[in-house]
């Protein structure tokens, strides 16, 4: 499968783009989960936006990386989203990929912080976030919060 990625900052967004994101998100998070919240927190608007595209220009994966200080005092990644139907293929490590290596160009060697579904704890360990013990209920799921810290490899 072809894939494009491209990273884009709110303001550089189609209105396409941008609606082809949220639906994504909404699709994963509030159907399937069947989990109604607000994902629109206004913080979109000064975030960075990372997505794919299959061959046909769909777009099929996304994550928005949020600067230090928006909502924690590290660069944080979080809205990470998969497609249903290319779930299991290994499209979610490129998308963390890109995010880590776009973090740590736009920021620096700031820590990276997200806030994880517990279930997917196994699945950020594999790219060197660590658990910070905070473990929480989110619109009722399991979250656990997780950090990359560059210094500490």
């Known amino acids: 499968m072809h894939l494009n990625w491209e990273i ?4 550089d967004l189609s209105l396409n783009e941008f609606h082809d994101i949220i639906a994504l998100r909404i699709e994963a998070f509030v159907v399937e989960q069947n989990c109604p919240y607000q994902d629109l ?4 608007k000064k975030c960075y936006h990372v997505f794919c595209r299959d061959g046909k220009g769909n777009i099929i994966s996304t994550a928005r990386i949020v600067p230090p200080g928006l909502i924690y005092e590290d660069a944080a990644i979080g809205r990470v989203v998969i497609h249903e ?5 290994g499209l979610g490590h490129e ?3 890109e995010c880590i290596d776009f973090s ?3 920021f620096g060697d700031l820590p990276i912080r997200i806030s994880a579904q517990k279930h ?3 699945y950020y360990a594999k790219h060197d976030f660590i658990s910070t013990g905070k473990e ?5 799921i ?3 919060e997780m950090l990359l810290n560059p210094n500490q490899k």
Do not use: I
């Not at 139907?85 to 293929?89: C, K, L, N």
């Open 85 to 89: 139907s290319v779930r299991g293929e």
């Open 142 to 144: 399991p979250h656990v």
């Open 104 to 106: 740590k160009l736009e």
């Open 8 to 11: 884009k900052h709110y303001r």
């Open 95 to 97: 998308l963390m990929k």
């Open 120 to 122: 997917l704890e196994n």
């Open 136 to 140: 929480y209920l989110e619109d009722g």
């Open 41 to 44: 927190d206004g913080r979109d």
